[in-house]
C-alpha cells in the first residue's frame, strides 16, 4: 500500500495526523491567547522558575527566541498559565 501525502501527515493509532492536528496535541489545552484573558490562572512565581529551568536544559528550546520547538510557544509566556504543560512531558 502506498502511503502519500507522508510529508505532511503521520499516522498516530491507525489513524493520520495531520501536521496542524498534531500541532494542537501538542499544545495541550492551552492556547496562546490564555495569556489575554482575565479568567487565566497563573503560576505560582516558584513554579514559573522551575518550569524555565526544565526548559533552558531541553534540546527542544531555542535560546534566541525563548520558544519550544514541540509546540512553537514562547516559554517565558507558557510556564506562567498554571494549567500549561510541556509537550514532552517534562513539566
Known amino acids: 500500500m502506498e502511503m502519500g501525502w507522508q510529508n ?15 500541532y494542537k496535541k501538542k ?3 492551552t492556547r496562546p491567547w490564555d495569556v489575554l484573558s482575565p479568567n487565566t490562572e497563573w ?3 516558584e513554579t514559573v522558575k522551575a518550569r524555565l ?12 527566541t525563548a520558544q ?6 514562547f516559554m517565558k509566556l507558557k510556564t506562567k498559565l498554571q ?9
Request: charged residues 25%; glycine residues 8%.
Open 68 to 73: 519550544c520547538r514541540q509546540c512553537g510557544c
Open 8 to 22: 505532511i501527515s503521520s499516522i498516530t493509532e491507525g489513524k493520520h495526523m495531520s501536521k496542524w492536528e498534531e
Open 53 to 64: 529551568n526544565v526548559c533552558f536544559d531541553c534540546d527542544s528550546f531555542i535560546k534566541v
Open 43 to 45: 503560576s505560582e512565581e
Open 83 to 91: 494549567n500549561a504543560t510541556c509537550p514532552l512531558g517534562k513539566w
Open 27 to 29: 499544545l495541550g489545552t
